[in-house]
Nanobody, 122 residues
Framework: QVQLVESGGGSEQAGGSLRLSCAASGRAFSSMAMGWFRQAPGQERAFVAVISGSGATTYYSDSVKGRFTISRDNAKNTVDLQMSSLQPEDAAVYYC???????????????WGQGTQVSVSS
C-alpha cells in the first residue's frame, strides 16, 4: 500500500512563493510518475503538474506553467512543488498523487495524499 503525505501548505500574499512537499512510502518510488492536483471550494479537482519516474519529463497545466516547478528526489522518496508568483486563484487544497507507471501519460492516478491547504491573499 502506497502512502503519500503532503506538507508545506500555508498562507502567502499574492506574488509570494510556497513550496509543497510529498513524502511517499510503500512502493519503489522511481517506478511511479507523481503529480500534483488542486481543488478550490466549489470546484472539481484539477491537474497541476506531473513528473515521470526518472524526473526527466514534466508537464504543467497552462494556468501554472512558468510559475510552478515540480521536482523529485528518488533517493528521499519525495516530490516537491515550488510555487512562485502566487495569485489568489491558486488558493486551494493541493493533493499529491501517484501512478503505478513511470511515464507521465501511462496508467491512472492510483494513490492520493490527504491534501494540504494553500491560501493566497491579494
Amino acid at each position: 500500500q502506497v502512502q503519500l503525505v503532503e506538507s508545506g501548505g500555508g498562507s502567502e500574499q499574492a506574488g509570494g512563493s510556497l513550496r509543497l512537499s510529498c513524502a511517499a512510502s510503500g512502493r519503489a518510488f522511481s517506478s511511479m510518475a507523481m503529480g500534483w492536483f488542486r481543488q478550490a471550494p466549489g470546484q472539481e479537482r484539477a491537474f497541476v503538474a506531473v513528473i515521470s519516474g526518472s524526473g526527466a519529463t514534466t508537464y504543467y497545466s497552462d494556468s501554472v506553467k512558468g510559475r510552478f516547478t515540480i521536482s523529485r528526489d528518488n533517493a528521499k522518496n519525495t516530490v516537491d512543488l515550488q510555487m512562485s508568483s502566487l495569485q489568489p486563484e491558486d488558493a486551494a487544497v493541493y493533493y499529491c498523487a501517484g501512478k503505478s507507471k513511470s511515464q507521465i501519460l501511462a496508467g491512472t492516478w492510483d494513490y492520493w495524499g490527504q491534501g494540504t491547504q494553500v491560501s493566497v491573499s491579494s
